[in-house]
């Protein structure tokens, strides 16, 4: 009949609680903490390396030690923890394995902001000193998320926390890039970088933030007379670093100052005009400013011209050019400049504002500023093309499939990334410059140089090139260690599609790269984004931003859970509101009340399950229904597919088990006997079954309840439910008419104004096997036998019969068919006013698309509203 009672034991263990234990109403603040810790003391989430079972592992997308948990966060551990407890259950070696990302600048700042609190600064205590200040804040104040992962219920391993600084990460950090360098692909080099002003740091180009800025644009003449052309910038100030003015090679305007020398305005500089075929001859007036020092663009303009670069601008923004505007902040000496130029005539043209895409950087806000620097670059283009063709070939599977094109579109077009950082905080780059310019890189089990002379390069590492060696460095490489043979490659990793390129493809290089060509996971399964139920990005700078624990708090763990999960469709973004989390509530609460109630009334699994031959067609079909589900559950969660049995899940137990089978099953109870006792035991399986499916969405509440009806150790580590094959299509029909008529005959009751309990005499003419669950419709339905007198005032056809009711002393049929046609005219006449609007083409021509659309949506109304109407006043007596 099914396998999943064969893999539990056949009576309640000792750990069972009596039903009248379960308290009247599900309070989640008084378990959650509990069985938490529970769980955690028992080991459950601790992964075996010496077991000889099957490995599942998940690496948890690192958080800031500086974060606290937002509701993204919770969105990807809930699917996580979903899929990792899912497999536990299924007897795999279940690893997911915690860890926090030092956060380089993030935490940085928040010590150096400490420090100004005090009126200090990180020059005042020396780099050592503030690194050891920095350790203390994260003991102190850092990994304030885990605690919150605890709270939501996450199954990770925490014998196995790691941290992007500790020991044996950083000595993967050292080993990795001693290889890289050796092997060519880690470089220094003097490029333009993306530099922020006010951390005081380069950053790549993924961590630069564009957004549509007002501007200025101006039009500025350079040289004199037939010697001059105009120019337009957004960047007045970077003027002072100008080198030369290029036009395209077959533009004939400028044919006759190629080779010559124009002056610079405001300075004593004149420069060359240079022909690239980089310009735009079509674009503005098809010549532009070249600003080596300043400008990505300009600086390969300069490379391929030989021209000088002229840094204009110190590492805060302020200019450093001789002459009137040193010292200036780059935007006062944008103003002054143009005030300057606009004296002397040399403005053509101003366009202000002038909306334009300015970068800004991710984690302060501040405008980016392109800046000529030498930093340390890794040589991407065999890294990228390697994990391209992980995927490619079929290694790695990205889902959504569809989200491969936007992997691609990254890897295939990455340009060298580079990996150093002006910071204290972080991992120092391993490499030492000698007095004589020697340069030295040097692995974790080798003595650096020392000797006069010899200085470590200051910078340290971006936080993404230790964070993309998570995967490996975390099971112990490069040490070839037991956690590492059994546990690599991982299964899956789930992350959201916004760090495909911050962090996906960084650990597909790296893990190809250190790996000898094993990419670091099976799938990649892409997420959306959390938003609020507007469908607005959240965020902390908008109002509609939500702290998970407030909800957590008010509703409980598996109501936050579930609501996410619910919202979970492969890839696209997850809208969430707080009533969302308040049906969730209801429905844990549902879940709740209702076992508890099948428990009071003799739901068991105690003894075998009957046999086929002892089972009513109503324990057929839920056992039949139970199985479907089963087999449901198992392919959504294959394909990453969580709000399809989430809504699976729902269904089943609050309309299926709870709706359906426990009403039904209360006249099988009240009539006694065998068929009491098999439907007891069959109740008991559903509940069973039903709950071990549950568990991995939302596990407290499954928790509680399962333990009570069964008596076993714990749900976590009960076997998953297996479809044993088992259905009945005849049951799943004769039960389906059944609430065909409960349901026809509940509308009409509703349509005429019956109250829920209102008794009503009615006869039953039913066919087929739907005839023997006669006395299960009655009792639904609270309809009395008919008796003397009985008038049949209304008939309903209903798949396999007929059921007649005798409304008459029931209700005021005069009076209700007056009602109904005052509602009837009132439908229609709204009818004919929202037709009259759509179709009239002057109102459609003026009206705005919500206006149009709010009237469409009052016809549909309407039309539906008069179809309802006319077919209760149909049925009504004496129509």
């Not at 601790?46 to 958080?63: C, F, G, L, M, W």
């Not at 040399?346 to 806000?365: D, F, L, N, W």
């Not at 039904?664 to 009491?676: C, D, N, V």
């Amino acid at each position: 009949m099914t396998e999943n009672s064969s893999q539990r034991p056949d009576s309640r263990g000792p750990n069972a609680a009596a039903p009248a234990d379960l308290p009247t109403q599900y309070a989640p603040a008084e378990v959650e903490e509990e069985l938490y810790e529970r769980w955690v003391a028992r080991g459950y989430f601790e992964a075996d390396a010496k077991s000889d079972k099957q490995p599942y592992t998940i690496v948890i997308p690192p958080p800031n030690v500086t974060g606290s948990l937002h509701l993204g966060h919770a969105f990807q551990h809930t699917l996580m923890d979903a899929l990792t407890r899912r497999k536990r259950m299924q007897g795999y070696e279940s690893l997911w394995l915690p860890g926090m990302d030092h956060a380089g600048i993030a935490t940085q700042n928040k010590v150096e902001q400490q420090l100004a609190e005090e009126g200090r600064s990180r020059q005042d205590l020396g780099r050592e000193a503030f690194v050891e200040r920095v350790w203390q804040w994260k003991e102190e104040y850092g990994g304030k998320i885990l605690g919150q992962m605890r709270r939501l219920g996450d199954g990770v391993d925490w014998t196995r926390e790691r941290f992007t600084m500790d020991e044996g990460l950083s000595r993967a950090v050292q080993t990795v890039f001693k290889q890289m360098y050796d092997d060519g692909l880690i470089y220094r080099a003097e490029r333009i970088i993306n530099w922020c002003p006010r951390c005081l740091t380069a950053i790549s180009d993924i961590e630069v933030e564009y957004q549509e800025d007002d501007g200025e644009l101006v039009s500025i003449r350079y040289g004199e007379g037939d010697d001059s052309l105009i120019v337009a910038t957004t960047r007045a100030e970077t003027m002072l670093g100008d080198t030369a003015v290029a036009v395209h090679p077959d533009d004939g305007r400028y044919a006759h100052l190629l080779g010559k020398r124009i002056k610079l305005p405001l300075t004593d500089r004149s420069i060359p005009v240079v022909a690239d075929e980089h310009v735009d001859p079509e674009f503005g007036s098809g010549a532009v400013k070249v600003t080596p020092a300043h400008d990505p663009n300009d600086f390969a303009i300069g490379q391929r011209h030989d021209l000088p670069a002229l840094t204009v601008m110190d590492e805060r923004g302020v200019i450093t050019a001789h002459g009137p505007y040193e010292g200036l902040d780059r935007f006062e000496a944008r103003s002054s400049i143009v005030a300057a130029l606009r004296e002397q005539g040399r403005i053509t043209a101003e366009k202000r504002p002038y909306v334009h895409s300015v970068g800004h950087c991710s984690r302060c806000k501040t405008t980016i500023e392109p800046r000529l620097s030498m930093q340390w670059w890794v040589r991407v283009e065999p890294l990228a093309q390697a994990a391209g063709d992980a995927v490619r070939d079929g290694r790695v599977r990205i889902h959504p499939a569809e989200m491969s094109a936007r992997y691609f579109d990254w890897v295939d077009n990455m340009l060298d990334w580079c990996i150093s950082r002006q910071l204290w905080w972080g991992h120092r780059i391993p490499v030492w410059y000698g007095p004589d310019g020697e340069v030295r890189c040097v692995g974790p089990d080798e003595q650096p140089p020392s000797g006069e002379g010899w200085t470590q390069d200051p910078d340290v590492l971006d936080t993404w090139f230790s964070s993309g060696l998570w995967p490996f460095s975390t099971l112990g490489w490069p040490e070839r260690t037991q956690d590492l043979a059994r546990f690599y490659p991982t299964d899956v990793l789930l992350t959201g599609h916004d760090i495909i390129f911050f962090w996906v493809a960084r650990m597909m290089m790296f893990g190809l790269y250190a790996m000898d060509g094993v990419a670091p996971f099976h799938t990649i399964a892409l997420t959306g984004l959390v938003r609020d139920d507007h469908g607005k990005k959240m965020s902390k700078s908008n109002p509609n931003s939500v702290d998970p624990l407030d909800w957590m708090n008010d509703y409980g763990a598996d109501a936050v859970r579930f609501t996410l999960t619910s919202g979970a469709n492969p890839g696209a973004d997850v809208p969430i509101g707080e009533d969302w989390v308040k049906a969730s509530r209801n429905f844990a609460n549902k879940i709740w009340n209702a076992t508890r109630f099948a428990l009071m009334n003799g739901a068991t699994v105690e003894g075998p399950l009957p046999e086929a031959s002892e089972l009513g067609a109503t324990d057929r079909w839920i056992l039949s229904r139970l199985n479907s589900v089963v087999a449901e559950v198992d392919g959504c969660y294959e394909d990453y597919q969580f709000a399809k049995l989430s809504d699976a899940l729902r269904h089943f137990a609050w309309d299926e088990v709870f709706d359906w089978y426990v009403e039904l099953s209360k006249t099988t109870f009240a009539a006694g006997g065998r068929p009491a006792e098999v439907s007891r035991r069959v109740l008991g399986e559903v509940l069973d079954v039903m709950l071990r499916l549950l568990h991995p969405v939302v596990p407290f509440v499954t928790e509680s309840l399962w333990t009570t009806l069964t008596g076993g150790e714990s749900v976590v580590v009960a076997p998953w439910p297996a479809d044993s094959g088992f259905r009945d299509a005849d049951a799943e029909r004769e039960i389906a008419a059944l609430q065909n008529a409960v349901t026809e005959v509940r509308r009409f009751r509703a349509d005429q104004g019956l109250q829920p309990g209102q008794r009503v005499p009615a006869r039953l003419a039913l066919t087929g096997a739907l005839g023997a669950h006669e006395a299960a419709i009655r009792q639904l339905l609270r309809l009395q036998p008919e008796g003397e007198g009985f008038q049949a005032t209304a008939s309903l056809p209903v798949t396999d019969g007929t059921v007649e009711l005798d409304l008459s002393g029931v209700i005021d049929v005069d009076a209700e068919r007056k009602r109904l046609t005052k509602d009837l005219g009132a439908a229609e006449k709204e009818l004919r006013q929202t037709t009259a609007k759509l179709e009239n083409d002057g109102f459609l021509a003026k009206a705005p698309d919500h206006v149009v659309e709010k009237i469409r949506e009052r016809r549909a109304t309407a039309e539906s509203d008069i179809a309802r109407l006319r077919q209760q006043l149909e049925r009504l007596p004496g129509a």
